[in-house]
């Protein structure tokens, strides 16, 4: 792909998340990269200074020129069951690198069976969830097992995600993909998809390890209280996919589990009752037509988002329990200087996107996840950029006590 026009193309730069990863990487200085989108003038408004693709992403000829022109397409043009289809099948056909914000399963289990052998043919690396979802999931587990077996010798046999103090909103495009995934729960294929937690393992109806499913409870290492976690219905089948495509290295029987974590006092204790109330609440309503439609009256609305004082005032943490073989680690990924809808997504993003276009990719192509494609490629850049990859030993005494003192 040495003769492409281009390294990178931003799809949907002219969108609110879209403009923020327009910006994050042309802060980094890309050597020769450009924005596409529908509108030749919003494009224009942005003020890059860099060449410009009028496309449209549901136009499969416009997709199929932008992709021959490039290395990398990077979009955020979603939801991407409506969008993403003819813009992921020209990359893959032609051995482009694609990556994307999606956290829709149905739309990333219908890319594997289209287009994964194709795209391992061409050699593209077609990398879907590289922003909050699922980066801080599968590649902060990834980390998690490095340091485990650095440590111990051996891979972790169980990993357990407790994402917590978190501050920032959902973002618009995050809340019309989860009503898409909601209309698209009316059909009992996609019910049947979204329900299964290994529905992205190459074999999603294979034997798979039962291991402690346990979403509500007390957690005894960390001292916390934990309950579901909304986001782990598309993290944890993207952790897994990314464990099978390496071929098992921590083994057949590993477990993943992922939920959120409150403080373990008795604060936390009426926290966790409200969360795991108003999750069961939120579920029930969505399935009714018309409260739903009153809750996307109130959602964020795609190209909406908050000030750029209010995006860098917010921050997330998530923790990782690993065990095995009676060892224990605590492995802490967060962002202390981002929220993680917007802030820390367009970082996530824009790296994944630069990673992809300069960095030497040693796995073959296919519908990857951002572990697999990039490893500590993407890792080394995610710090660099701010984001903490570090055992808990190593955090500041008033951050790593915090959960000392709720106990």
Same mark, same amino acid.
């Given at each position: &792909?040495? =003769?492409?026009?281009?390294?990178?193309?931003?799809?949907?730069?002219?969108?609110?998340?879209?403009?923020?990863?327009?910006?994050?990487?042309?802060?980094?200085?890309?050597?020769?990269?450009?924005?596409?989108?529908?509108?030749?003038?919003?494009?224009?408004?942005?003020?890059?200074?860099?060449?410009?693709?009028?496309?449209?992403?549901? *136009?499969?000829?416009?997709?199929?020129?932008?992709?021959?022109?490039?290395?990398?397409?990077?979009? $955020?043009?979603?939801?991407?069951?409506?969008?993403?289809?003819?813009?992921?099948?020209?990359?893959?056909?032609?051995? $482009? *690198?694609?990556?994307?914000?999606?956290?829709?399963?149905?739309? &990333?289990?219908?890319?594997?069976?289209?287009?994964?052998?194709?795209?391992?043919?061409?050699?593209?690396?077609?990398?879907?969830?590289?922003?909050?979802?699922?980066?801080?999931?599968?590649?902060?587990?990834?980390?998690?097992?490095?340091?485990?077996?650095? !440590?111990?010798?051996?891979?972790?046999?169980?990993?357990?995600?407790?994402?917590?103090?978190?501050?920032?909103?959902? /973002?618009?495009?995050?809340?019309?993909?989860?009503?898409?995934?909601?209309?698209?729960? /009316?059909?009992?294929?996609? !019910?049947?998809?979204? !329900?299964?937690?290994?529905?992205?393992?190459?074999?999603?109806?294979?034997?798979?390890?039962?291991?402690?499913?346990? @979403?509500?409870?007390?957690?005894?290492?960390?001292?916390?209280?934990?309950?579901?976690?909304?986001?782990?219905?598309? =993290?944890?089948?993207?952790?897994?996919?990314?464990?099978?495509?390496?071929?098992?290295?921590?083994?057949?029987?590993?477990?993943?589990?992922?939920? &959120?974590?409150?403080?373990?006092?008795?604060?936390?204790?009426?926290?966790?009752?409200?969360?795991?109330?108003?999750?069961?609440?939120?579920?029930?309503?969505?399935?009714?037509?018309?409260?739903?439609?009153?809750?996307?009256?109130?959602?964020?609305?795609?190209?909406?988002?908050? /000030?750029?004082?209010?995006?860098?005032?917010?921050?997330?943490?998530?923790?990782?329990?690993?065990?095995?073989?009676?060892?224990? @680690?605590?492995?802490?990924?967060?962002?202390?200087?981002?929220?993680?809808?917007?802030?820390?997504?367009?970082?996530?993003?824009?790296?994944?996107?630069?990673?992809?276009?300069?960095?030497?990719?040693?796995?073959?192509?296919?519908?990857?996840?951002?572990?697999?494609?990039?490893?500590?490629? @993407?890792?080394?850049?995610?710090? !660099?950029?701010?984001?903490?990859?570090?055992?808990?030993?190593?955090?500041?005494?008033?951050?790593?006590?915090?959960?000392?003192?709720?106990?």
């Amino acid at each position: &792909m040495s =003769n492409r026009e281009f390294d990178l193309v931003v799809f949907g730069a002219t969108g609110f998340t879209g403009r923020l990863v327009a910006e994050y990487i042309a802060s980094q200085k890309p050597k020769k990269w450009a924005i596409a989108g529908r509108n030749k003038e919003k494009l224009e408004a942005l003020g890059l200074g860099v060449p410009i693709i009028v496309v449209d992403a549901m *136009h499969p000829g416009g997709c199929a020129e932008v992709a021959r022109r490039t290395k990398v397409v990077c979009t $955020t043009v979603g939801p991407y069951t409506k969008y993403g289809a003819a813009l992921v099948a020209a990359c893959a056909d032609v051995g $482009t *690198h694609y990556c994307d914000l999606t956290g829709e399963v149905n739309f &990333m289990r219908a890319t594997i069976d289209a287009h994964h052998e194709r795209a391992k043919e061409t050699g593209a690396h077609i990398v879907h969830t590289c922003g909050f979802d699922s980066i801080p999931s599968d590649l902060g587990t990834w980390a998690t097992q490095q340091e485990f077996k650095a !440590r111990f010798g051996r891979y972790a046999d169980k990993v357990s995600a407790f994402f917590g103090e978190t501050s920032g909103g959902m /973002s618009g495009g995050t809340a019309a993909s989860g009503f898409a995934i909601a209309d698209a729960m /009316s059909d009992p294929a996609v !019910r049947r998809i979204m !329900r299964n937690p290994h529905a992205l393992d190459p074999d999603p109806d294979g034997p798979h390890p039962k291991g402690d499913t346990r @979403l509500v409870g007390w957690d005894p290492t960390l001292k916390m209280f934990f309950v579901p976690f909304f986001m782990a219905a598309t =993290n944890a089948p993207v952790v897994r996919r990314g464990h099978a495509l390496a071929g098992f290295p921590w083994g057949s029987e590993f477990v993943y589990r992922e939920v &959120m974590s409150t403080p373990g006092n008795a604060r936390g204790a009426i926290m966790a009752a409200t969360i795991t109330g108003g999750l069961a609440a939120l579920a029930a309503a969505m399935k009714r037509p018309a409260l739903r439609a009153q809750l996307q009256k109130r959602a964020p609305k795609p190209g909406e988002g908050p /000030s750029q004082e209010k995006r860098e005032k917010g921050h997330w943490k998530v923790r990782f329990v690993a065990e095995g073989g009676g060892d224990k @680690l605590i492995y802490v990924v967060a962002d202390p200087h981002g929220d993680p809808g917007y802030q820390s997504t367009s970082k996530m993003l824009g790296e994944s996107a630069l990673c992809l276009a300069y960095d030497a990719l040693t796995s073959p192509g296919g519908v990857q996840t951002p572990s697999v494609a990039m490893d500590g490629k @993407l890792l080394d850049r995610l710090r !660099r950029a701010g984001l903490i990859f570090e055992p808990a030993e190593k955090q500041p005494a008033s951050s790593s006590s915090a959960a000392r003192a709720a106990g």
